[in-house]
């Protein structure tokens, strides 16, 4: 403990009880005055020894205010202070917890993740805690909680099985961290994404925050893995890794049915490939090691990929009609107006319709089926386009052509992503329909256009056969091929069959954290999610922590704290200037 002022220079204030003192010896003297003796016998006989003390108490007391005020004045305005040490390893804590899919691992009949929930509850603070859970994407799960609260929060709290993203959660624990605090971090330090732990700590020792590292890997574990997946609509490809330093048979069972054996050298991976499955199926490797979730692999397939489409046209296009054979799910029915049938499919494309065929209501029936059954409508322009009243399947009404240009995509999505148009000789100029999305156009005028239509979708096709090169473009098959599957709800397997940890967007632009392995059933549609990670499965770090959970204790930290208590001064001085008013007013001075 350190005594000191800020202002020495204010310690000359204390010469202002010079004065003060002067004045007191220099008061006036008492006057004589001749008193008959008997009187003066008879007054003194009437005083008693305690009125004379407290007469002589009352004539100095004025003076010791005085002296005492100018005293604490002096001393205040001086700023005296004391430095001294304080413990702070017990003021605020920030807990760094992995609930990555690593934290599953086995450590002696325990999880890491189990194992990092006991020492959190020794660790955690009376009433400040604040808890940062590490994974793909850092999250304060708890801030500023009490004991309490932390540990009914930690007990109910599960792992997830998703990659580490450690050092961004350390970052984010110490930009938390409020005066002075320390910041602890459970994790067995596999962070396979963004910047290293190390890293980050250095970055907050920088700053003087005090961080714990605390491993929760307590030896070598033991871990054969699926680590990579290749799957479309014939075939399906497995990747297994031995992250063990001794070789091992693996089974493989698909649907529980043993399909293979698979050996794998240590260190090594090896490929299984089989016919993709449709629906849902899961791939197991049998094997007992310490991380179960990589042994495991769901995948999915819409369980009736067929997309049947029914062509409405008097004269067949054999550029779409190669474009849509190019998918084997695709099923195209001709119809040839006026004949259209009655059954319900999943596309309906007008194309090179004769007006003198068309019976009257042909375009409204149609809207009527998408809008009350679901369902799409492409109308593909035509050269008397904008002669036909396509009714309510109208997106674009067109009011007259003009010369063309380059197609721009102003709309990024499944079936524009990587898809050159090229250019036009001729657009279509028009007004576009109330609540219609236009995909993408030439010269300012629209060529693809989108609007949601009761339960189904209408969509304007303006890229015209006989204007443009696109229909003998590589890309034309892969536009129509996923426009079809976007009209459908369905998505490319590769799509729907995802790593945990992705952030999933659905066709209403809603996003879902996928951070669990497993099947997903969202409307309309159904995604499967796994780990696959190669860094996540190397559940032995290259450098292993010396800060092991099993005996790890926080260590004192002391820190150093100013004490200033210049104000105290002041307040005792103003107190004894209140009493001096006081004392004065009883004595009758003021």
Sequence with gaps: MTFGFDHLFGLFALLSVIPLIILYLIKPKPVKLSIPSLMFFIAHSKVSKKNKILRYFQNELLFYIQLFTLLLLALAIAQPY??????????HKIFVLDV???????????????????????FANSDKNTLILAKNMPIVALQDAKKADLLSFIQQLQPSEEETNLGDAIILAGELVKNKGRV??????????????????????????????????????????IINLFIDDTLTNIYVKNYDPVPHDVPVLLNNQKITSMSIKPGNTEIHSFPTVKGVSEVRIDIADDFPPDNKLVLTTPDDPTIRVLYITNNPSKFIQAALGSYDHIKVTLAQPPIIPKEQYDLYL??????????????????????DHGGSVIVHVQPNSASLDYKQLELLHITNTTTGGLILTEQSNRFTTGIDFGTLKKT???????????????????????????KGKIFYYGIPEEDSEFKINPDYPVFWVNLLKYLKGQRDLRDINLKTGTTFLDDKNNQLVLDK??????????????????KESAINPQKPSTDVISHYQLETIQDTYKQEFYWMLLLLAFLLILFETIYLKIRGEV
Aim: no cysteine; proline share 4%; glycine share 8%.
């Design 428 to 454: 279509y100029q028009g007004r576009l329909a109330p609540s219609t999305l236009s995909i993408a156009s030439a010269v300012n005028s629209t060529v693809l256009a989108l609007r949601e239509y009761g």
């Design 184 to 225: 602890i971090v459970f994790s067995d330090f596999i962070s396979t994404k963004g910047m290293t732990p190390e890293r980050a700590k250095n970055t907050l020792e920088g700053k003087g925050i005090h961080v714990d590292f605390i491993s929760t890997v307590l030896g070598p574990r033991s871990n054969v893995g």
């Design 82 to 91: 004391l430095i001294q040490k304080k413990d702070i390893s017990s003021e």
């Design 350 to 371: 007008i194309q090179n319709v004769n007006i003198q065929t068309l019976l009257p209501g042909t375009f409204e029936e149609l809207a009527q089926r998408v809008h």
């Design 100 to 122: 990555s899919a690593s934290s599953q691992v086995l450590e002696n009949g325990k999880t890491r993740f189990a194992l990092s929930q006991e020492k959190i509850k020794a």
């Design 517 to 534: 392995i497993g099947i997903y059933n969202l409307p309309g549609q159904r995604i499967a999610v796994n780990l696959l990670s190669d």
